[in-house]
């Protein structure tokens, strides 16, 4: 078959849905090893960028010369939103300084992939530079990726070809979901919050960690988002009445910590394949001793080599000395809720300084490495504050953003 030429174009979802999906199936996702990860993503291949405020995708077309039919070989989402890449101290009479957040317009590329027999034809460098000049038109001051870190295609993709250079290294902490329920310490109390309550308290005390989206309420409006949790001492006065986010913040507990929950199982369904028939057999067993034998909080691993779903948790901080010991709790409230729900797996993603990478409970060898690398679009565009945002040094940790994972 001769190529007569590669036609970059927006996604129909009328006439281009089964074709892309046969694509996304047939290419691996996250981390490279003894066994492959693929992704369905349920008949809707933009759903991962359709709840940003501004996104788009495109495909990849072969035009063969021969007759002039066309086949999909590649695609790649995009989206834009405004977040937080630094703070600035604002000083008022008689008060110390207050930190304050400082926004950029940020793009991101996600769900780039090339069909298995049609890679090395520089594919994926045209789907990139194509969607770089949608960022571009819409006024994006930066692009950013996330690929695993042992995929050095990508990598060499972007920061070599592509002149992205590696910006973050977060870890993603995958826990299977158990048969059996995980306890929560008796001693504190999990709060449902509102989403009113949720965006005062992430506004008020998260506004300025990197990565922030600005447009938060919309996150937490969304359908997907299965609700925000407070971790407080039970003795709290705000345990026995709760009433509001405003009356919290103003007399905080010593320690809490709140933590939202995103329901990607609705979005895409995940399915290793490659196991062989012992090791299936390994891991149903694992699952049968922990339906019978619930009170031995045995670990179990839940069917991954069929097709399964996930929650995702974000927007994990809180304050105090025994931080950590709440967001704990809250990490086992989010696992009982996903049992209850017949989820697969939760997961977060977290900086790799972070304390809670060390505090979250998660299964090394379902965990990876990942690596954001960043590219300045416009490079006349510099913050007074902030400079150039791809200098800068790391915070102890970031905002996760469910809607790009």
């Known amino acids: 078959m001769v190529v007569a030429e590669i036609i970059i174009r927006e996604y129909n979802p009328k006439t281009d849905t089964h074709t892309v999906e046969q694509v996304e199936r047939s290419c691996e996702v996250g981390p490279s090893g003894e066994y492959s990860l693929h992704a369905d993503l349920l008949g809707d291949p933009i759903c991962r960028v359709r709840n940003s405020p501004a996104y788009l995708m495109l495909v990849a077309e072969m035009v063969v010369d021969d007759d002039e039919t066309t086949e999909i070989v590649g695609m790649i989402r995009g989206c834009i939103k405004t977040v937080t890449c630094g703070k600035k101290l604002c000083r008022k009479p008689d008060l110390p300084p207050e930190p304050r957040p400082v926004f950029t317009k940020l793009a991101y590329i996600l769900g780039l992939r090339v069909s298995p027999s049609h890679r090395r034809m520089k594919i994926g460098l045209k789907l990139v530079c194509k969607m770089e000049d949608w960022f571009r038109d819409n006024g994006a001051e930066y692009s950013y990726i996330a690929t695993d870190a042992a995929n050095k295609p990508s990598v060499n993709l972007f920061t070599g070809k592509c002149g992205y250079s590696k910006f973050r290294n ?32 992430y506004r008020q005390r998260f506004s300025t960690t990197e990565f922030f989206p600005r447009d938060i309420d919309s996150v937490l409006k969304n359908n997907l988002n299965l609700g925000s949790f407070l971790a407080i001492p039970k003795d709290c006065p705000h345990a026995v009445s709760w009433i509001g986010a405003e009356q919290f913040l103003s007399h905080p507990p010593e320690s809490w910590a709140i933590m939202s929950v995103w329901n990607c199982n609705d979005v895409f369904k995940l399915e ?7 090791r299936k057999g390994l891991v149903k067993t694992t699952r049968i001793l922990d339906q019978i034998f619930p009170f031995l909080n045995l670990p179990s691993l839940p069917k991954i080599f069929n097709p399964f779903g996930l929650h995702l948790l974000y927007g994990l901080g809180g304050e ?20 209850e729900s017949k989820c697969g797996v939760v997961a977060t993603e977290v900086s790799s300084e972070d304390p809670l990478k ?23 565009y510099s913050d ?8 800068s040094e790391p915070d102890l940790s970031f905002f996760l953003d469910p809607r790009e994972f």
């Open 358 to 380: 060390l505090a979250i409970p998660h299964w090394k060898v379902l965990s990876f490495a990942d690596l954001w690398c960043i590219k300045r679009l416009d490079e006349d």
């Open 384 to 391: 007074g504050f902030v400079g150039d945002w791809r200098k």
């Open 170 to 201: 977060p870890s993603v902490l995958v826990h299977p979901v158990f048969n059996h329920r995980l306890r929560i310490n008796h001693r504190l109390t999990i709060v449902k919050l509102t989403s009113a309550d949720a965006e005062t308290i």
């Open 320 to 339: 105090g000395p025994s931080y950590l010991k709440f967001a704990k709790a809250l990490f086992a409230y989010a696992h009982n809720l996903a049992k």
């Open 272 to 278: 290793v394949k490659g196991a062989s028939r012992l």
